[in-house]
């Protein structure tokens, strides 16, 4: 998982095959299951980009996210990205790897390959 910090970040990451963000509020209590939810996506398919964007810090970057991909910001939410198009997202309780792992596999999206090192 990637910290997502920056506005160029997030416009290099939308050129990405497939990519996942990830907001997170430290101050929510259901995006701590919802982190947890993640880190399980993350440990199941570890080829998956993950970008966290900590919506109490980085506040603009969050409103500029749910402005360009065109979905109403939620915290904690997630959003899969394939080509820089949002083809799925889901806030609160329904952040969930299983589902995220399902979508996944049903737009085929090719995952590349991470280089070691």
């Known amino acids: 998982?990637?910290?997502?910090?920056?506005?160029?970040?997030?416009?290099?990451?939308?050129d990405a095959p497939v990519a996942l963000v990830y907001k997170?509020?430290?101050?929510c209590p259901?995006?701590?299951i919802a982190l947890e939810e993640v880190e399980?996506?993350?440990?199941?398919?570890?080829?998956?980009?993950?970008?966290?964007?900590?919506?109490i810090r980085d506040r603009s970057l969050?409103?500029?996210v749910a402005e360009r991909v065109g979905i109403t910001h939620h915290s904690p939410q997630a959003?899969?990205?394939?080509q820089g198009h949002p083809v799925w997202a889901a806030?609160?309780?329904e952040v969930r790897a299983e589902?995220?792992?399902?979508?996944?596999d049903a737009v085929a999206a090719p995952v590349p390959e991470r280089k070691a090192g």
């Open 30 to 32: 259901i995006a701590g």
């Open 99 to 104: 589902t995220i792992v399902r979508r996944l």
């Open 24 to 27: 997170h509020s430290t101050r």
């Open 79 to 82: 959003i899969l990205l394939v």
């Open 1 to 14: 998982m990637h910290p997502l910090t920056t506005s160029t970040d997030f416009e290099a990451l939308l």
């Open 62 to 64: 969050s409103r500029q």
């Open 91 to 93: 806030s609160h309780f």
């Open 40 to 55: 399980l996506l993350s440990s199941l398919r570890p080829e998956l980009p993950i970008h966290v964007v900590d919506v």
